[in-house]
């Protein structure tokens, strides 16, 4: 079993969150945010890899016949894209109706909420 | 019974469904009495459920029922803390739709039911993440009720601060919730579970705990944390509770937050309580080292705000951290203690927020100084803002003071002073607000230069069509039954020792020692109030003797509002769990 697809994932997610942290436009931070989440996606389907198996699909397979790679994970992989795809376009729109009240989308300029 | 467990999220999403899909034909008379009417019915399922939780109910959705110690379905777990909070989140729900009864503006044509559908959704998210019983069904409630939040912050789309809150409230959660994600997936790794009691069977299995146990653990906190608003992921909730409309700061304030720390616990209890999890050295190091430091980070920038709203999201910060130390302390009696100082606190805070609403759509302000002896006319809000600040300060025989008394008695020594301390100042400041908006009592505060970090809370659009003239009933029933409620929450006869066993019989069990009143109790709640008042008075008249000394000033410009700030402070505060849990770790 090898560790890099670990790696990966960890990376994806600290690149992510490097960018959001350095981000000047706020379209390039909720794109960030996808990323950090591409991360778990990766370390999901990392989790679930076997040497050798196949699609854990037994339509054209005898049970049992040869091993399938978990399937808990992917139908988990797949909940995770639902979730992200709803909170990426919320935040897009929200992203939207900031360059239309203050007429810019750079996170440095945004300065009505602090203190 | 136990199979009507699933309609707890299951009533309010299909009463959301409806509304929108409805929601264009409806009148705005017929969405809202829906949605009011589903929100009702399912806080009296959940406390019908509630009153049957006793042994805790397991319902395992769809009959995928274990097979030899493995499963595979979806877990919800009914026991007293989790459908306490389901029911309480749906009796706050229900008073924040009776309080928007006609309040905001004329929805668009065609829209009527956005709003209460937003709210229903809400609901259920938070339903669903009290009762459920698997970590990635947490997980997808957590993120259910967290869109649906960051939807209703920015509800009023047209004002710029709203979808800027919004935003920041949305990166920051969302961030966390996928770091959460990790952790669960590394403990699905090492054990091929998700249900939590399984997770935690399957740890202990494995033996001691190693880096991949810390791992997940620091990163399922930080999803938590990030919710609870610990410090320092916390950056995001004044930012989302100064621009949310009132309605939905009752709900954030009065119970969204407290369910992150409900998470910790849960997590803990069911998780890393075993041989194979966390040392519990190491969990108390966590909450309190983090709880105190939320604690008084939340009561110092509470002192200092001028908006009132965010005056009330750092006194929820202030809380929340005082929670996350008695949940730290990990002894049955001081969760006793915390189940009942979040009952009262849900219906104390919301109640202030409720009453911060009718300011703002009468005088179309919140900012403290602005307001200055304005509100002398409306003697009945004056009456449940004051009783309000008293009972956040502790003042027996309401629900906080008994909370709060028990907790101190739990944690002892240092921590209690802190308790105190936190109560007193918070409750100060509030009671502050309300000398000088609703007495006018003191000198008016003078247009004193207001340093560059912060946000006066001058210039908020009232949420109503028009600016009130008359406040509606409806808006002043509310804050005054949600007052009663943590009221009753101390004075009922059993209800305190009700609680207690509820909690004791979902935690790791132990010895049921009632929670009650006690003399020493009684007096720390009266001298915490006591201190409240006089920081109140000291404040008013002498306002220059409490100024903001120059060190607040660095606290204050840690809250810049920039995203990309909050972000580098949640990696952080995640590096810092990792710190503060690995001596333990190390040693096993």
């Known amino acids: ?115 | 019974m136990k199979h009507l467990l699933p309609l707890v999220v299951a009533v309010p999403l299909l009463g959301a469904a409806l509304l929108v899909a409805g929601g264009r034909r409806l009148p705005r008379v017929v969405a809202e009495t829906v949605g009011c009417a589903v929100a009702a019915g399912t806080a009296a399922l959940a406390l019908l459920l509630l009153a049957n939780s006793s042994p805790p109910m397991v319902e395992w959705v769809g009959g995928w029922t274990p097979e030899n110690g493995r499963s595979v379905g979806i877990v919800l777990v009914g026991d007293g803390p989790g459908l306490g909070l389901a029911a309480l989140a749906s009796l706050l729900t229900v008073a924040a739709l009776a309080y928007s009864w006609h309040y905001f503006d004329e929805p668009p044509r065609r829209h009527t039911g956005s709003f209460p559908a937003l709210v229903l959704l809400f609901q259920a998210g938070m339903c669903g993440f009290a009762v459920a019983g698997d970590l990635f069904n947490a997980f997808v409630f957590f993120e259910l009720m967290s869109v649906v939040a960051y939807a209703l912050t920015g509800h009023r789309v047209e004002e710029a601060k709203a979808v800027q809150g919004a935003l920041t409230f949305g990166v920051v959660t969302s961030l966390g919730a996928y770091a959460m994600l990790m952790g669960i997936a590394l403990l699905y790794a090492r054990t091929g579970e998700l249900a939590m009691a399984h997770i935690g069977r399957g740890l202990d299995r494995h033996g001691g705990p190693d880096a991949l146990v810390l791992a997940a653990f620091v990163l399922v906190l930080t999803g938590l944390l990030v919710k609870a608003a610990a410090v320092p992921f916390h950056f995001w909730l004044p930012d989302a509770h100064a621009v949310a409309p009132t309605p939905v700061c009752m709900l954030l304030s009065g119970v969204m937050v407290e369910l992150g720390a409900y998470g910790v616990w849960r997590v803990h209890d069911s998780v890393f309580s075993g041989p194979g999890g966390v040392p519990e050295a190491d969990l108390e190091r966590v909450l309190v080292v983090l709880g105190s430091l939320t604690a008084v980070i939340g009561a110092v920038m509470c002192w200092y705000q001028r908006h009132v709203k965010r005056l009330l999201a750092y006194s929820t910060v202030a809380h929340t951290g005082l929670f996350l130390v008695g949940i730290g302390i990990l002894t049955p009696q001081a969760d006793d203690g915390i189940a009942l100082y979040v009952l009262g606190h849900a219906g104390v805070k919301a109640a202030l927020f409720a009453c911060t609403g009718i300011l703002l759509d009468r005088y179309g302000t919140v900012d403290e100084h602005a307001l200055y002896g304005r509100a002398r006319e409306l003697r009945g809000v004056a009456v449940l803002f004051l009783v309000g600040a008293l009972a956040l300060g502790g003042l027996p025989p309401f629900g906080t003071a008994l909370g709060k008394a028990v907790t101190e008695e739990a944690v002892g020594g240092p921590l209690t002073v802190l308790y105190v301390a936190v109560s007193a100042i918070t409750a100060g400041a509030v009671l502050r607000v309300a000398a000088r908006v609703f007495l006018g009592l003191g000198p008016q505060p003078g247009e004193t230069p207001s340093p560059a970090y912060e946000t006066t809370g001058a210039g908020e659009e009232p949420e109503t069509r028009h600016r009130l003239g008359r406040v509606p009933g409806t808006m002043t029933a509310v804050p005054a039954l949600l007052l009663a409620g943590a009221l009753a929450v101390g004075v009922t006869p059993g209800f305190a020792a009700g609680v207690s066993r509820a909690v004791n019989e979902a935690g790791s069990g132990g010895a049921v020692t009632p929670a009650h009143w006690t003399p020493p109790g009684v007096l720390l709640g009266l001298v915490s109030t006591a201190l409240a008042a006089g920081l109140a008075t000291l404040a008013v008249t002498r306002p220059a003797l409490l100024a903001e000394p120059g060190w607040a000033a660095p606290l204050r410009r840690l809250q810049s509002g920039h995203i990309g700030d909050y972000v580098a402070w949640t990696l952080l505060g995640t590096v810092l769990l990792g710190v503060l849990a690995l001596p333990g770790v190390l040693g096993a």
């Not at chain 1, 969150?17 to 931070?29: E, F, K, P």
């Not at chain 1, 040497?51 to 699909?57: D, L, N, Q, R, S």
């Not at chain 1, 399937?71 to 709803?86: E, F, I, M, R």
Request: aromatic share 6%; net charge negative; glycine share 8%.
């Open chain 1, 1 to 115: 079993m090898s560790v890099l697809p670990y790696l990966v994932a960890v990376w994806i997610f600290l690149v992510g969150a490097h960018g959001l942290a350095t981000s000047r436009n706020l379209i390039h931070a909720v794109g960030c945010l996808a990323v950090c989440q591409s991360g778990t996606y990766v370390l999901l389907l990392a989790v679930g890899y076997r040497e050798g198996a196949t699609a854990p699909v037994y339509a054209d397979l005898e049970p049992g016949s040869r091993p399938v790679v978990d399937p808990v994970v992917q139908a988990l992989a797949l909940t995770d894209v639902v979730v992200g795809a709803t909170v990426t376009a919320l935040l897009l729109a929200l992203v939207m109706q900031i360059a239309k009240r203050h007429g810019t989308v750079d996170p440095d300029e945004l300065s009505e909420l602090r203190g």
